[in-house]
């Protein structure tokens, strides 16, 4: 009985991990897929200009329960604190989003952190299948230093501290 429930729990987590994997496109120290921003006034932002910058990349949307948990920290915790410091940017990325609704979305629950829509999921795609909510920190050689899936309080804290390890 044993043997057979240590076999089940092992492939459980194997599963689990190879679907995590499946959906997951980049990693760890892969280089960060590039993408534009159309801004609202038809100016375009692009990751590759922001080389040299530590980059914090969160794709959320607002259905969703984690998310919605996580972000009241990454504004709290990460940008009110990193926002004046001209080596960090944070982008909150809205899959499945327009305009209209990160912007009703960001004025609905009084957030400051900069957010951008998604809409067709151009940028998701080259990052990820599924799964959000999603965070990936490029360093400023435009690697991936982290990639994470969903949120955890332990998890966000200590990829708060890797960001500060990479702006210093």
């Known amino acids: ?27 760890e120290g892969d280089t960060a897929p590039d993408f534009s921003i159309t801004m609202q006034d038809g100016s375009v932002k692009k990751l590759s200009d922001l080389k040299g910058k530590v980059v914090w990349i969160n794709f959320f949307a607002n259905w969703c329960p984690p998310c919605r948990k996580e972000l009241p920290h990454l504004e709290k915790e990460v940008y009110q604190k990193l926002k004046a410091n001209e080596n960090f940017e944070v982008l909150v990325i809205g899959r499945e989003h327009d305009w209209e609704t990160v912007n009703k979305f960001k004025a609905e629950n009084n957030y400051t952190l ?8 151009d940028i998701f795609s080259k990052y990820a299948k599924q799964n ?7 360093d400023k050689d435009g690697k991936i230093a982290v990639a994470s899936i969903g949120f955890k309080e332990d998890e966000f804290n200590k990829i708060i501290e890797k960001v500060h390890e990479l702006i210093n």
């Not at 057979?4 to 990693?27: G, N, P, R, S």
């Not at 959000?132 to 490029?138: H, L």
Request: overall charge positive; glycine content about 0%; aromatic content about 16%.
């Open 1 to 27: 009985m044993k043997k057979l429930t240590i076999l089940v729990l092992l492939a459980f987590f194997a599963i689990t991990t190879f679907a995590q994997d499946e959906f997951t496109l980049v990693k």
């Open 132 to 138: 959000i909510p999603r965070n990936f920190i490029i």
């Open 114 to 121: 900069p957010f951008y829509p998604d809409a067709e999921r």
